[in-house]
């Protein structure tokens, strides 16, 4: 069965840093776009950064363009999101996401539990 398991979460201090990992199984990495995606408290599912599969096309949202860098480890199957000059507005519930093509803004049909981020002085 498709697994996703984050970690890495944790409270950090505004200007911190954070890497979260994503731990997938149960299919074939490589092949299929992934994803971050978050939840602020009170707020909606916002997309955060994306790759595809294949080609490794990597995505950002505007808030966080060149804060945080998102890259895959294929041989590890693992999904990473490293966070730099953290904002207090990035706080929020993070969760890794499978993509059902290789481009990671295809609808996802697998997501994990999340791990949260507190970004708090």
């Known amino acids: 069965e498709v697994q996703l398991v984050e970690s890495g979460g944790g409270l950090v201090q505004p200007g911190g840093s954070l890497e979260l990992s994503c731990a997938a199984s149960?299919?074939?990495?490589?092949?299929?776009?992934m994803s971050w995606v978050r939840q602020a408290p009170g707020k909606g599912l916002e997309s955060v950064s994306g790759?595809?599969?294949?080609?490794?096309?990597?995505t950002y949202a505007d808030s966080v363009k060149g804060r945080f860098t998102i890259y895959r480890d294929n041989p590890k199957s693992t999904l990473y999101l490293q966070m730099n000059n953290l904002k207090p507005e990035d706080t929020g519930v993070y969760y890794c996401?499978?993509?059902?093509?290789?481009?990671?803004?295809?609808?996802?049909?697998?997501w994990g539990k999340g791990t949260l981020v507190t970004v708090s002085s």
């Open positions: 996401t499978k993509s059902s093509k290789p481009n990671w803004d295809a609808p996802y049909d697998y």
């Open positions: 149960g299919f074939t990495f490589s092949i299929y776009g």
């Open positions: 790759v595809n599969g294949g080609n490794g096309r990597a």
